[in-house]
C-alpha cells in the first residue's frame, strides 16, 4: 500500500518559516520525481515545487528564492522549505510522487498552511 505522509504545516506569521516534509512507503522513493503542490481556497491545485530523480529542481515563479525542495533518497523523504512566508502561501500543501515513466501517481493527504498576523 503506498502512502505520502506530510507533516509540518501549521500557523505562521508573514515573513516566517516552515519545513514541510513528505515521507513515502510502499514506493521504490529513488524512481519517483516528487512534487510539492497547494491548493488555495477557490483555486485549482498548482504546483509549486519539484525535484526529479536525478536532483533537478523547478520552482512556481511565485516561491523562487523563497522556498527550496530537497530529497533524502535513504529516509524516503522530500522536504520543502519555505522561507518569506506571506499570506498568499495560505494553503493546503499536497506531496505528490510521480514515478519516472509517468505510468504512476500517489498524492498525499495534504498539510495545511497558513500565513496570517
Known amino acids: 500500500q503506498v502512502q505520502l505522509v506530510e507533516s509540518g504545516g501549521g500557523l505562521v506569521q508573514p515573513g516566517g518559516s516552515l519545513r514541510l516534509s513528505c515521507a513515502a512507503s510502499?514506493?521504490?522513493?529513488?524512481?519517483?520525481?516528487m512534487g510539492w503542490y497547494r491548493q488555495a481556497p477557490g483555486k485549482q491545485r498548482e504546483l509549486v515545487a519539484r525535484i526529479t530523480t536525478g536532483r533537478n529542481t523547478n520552482y512556481a515563479d511565485s516561491v523562487k528564492g523563497r522556498f527550496t525542495i530537497s530529497r533524502d533518497n535513504s529516509k524516503n523523504t522530500v522536504f520543502l522549505q519555505t522561507n518569506s512566508l506571506k499570506p498568499e502561501d495560505t494553503a493546503v500543501y499536497y506531496c505528490n510522487a510521480d514515478h519516472m515513466t509517468r505510468t504512476q501517481s500517489y498524492w498525499g493527504q495534504g498539510t495545511q498552511v497558513t500565513v496570517s498576523s
Open positions: 510502499g514506493i521504490i522513493f529513488s524512481i519517483y520525481h
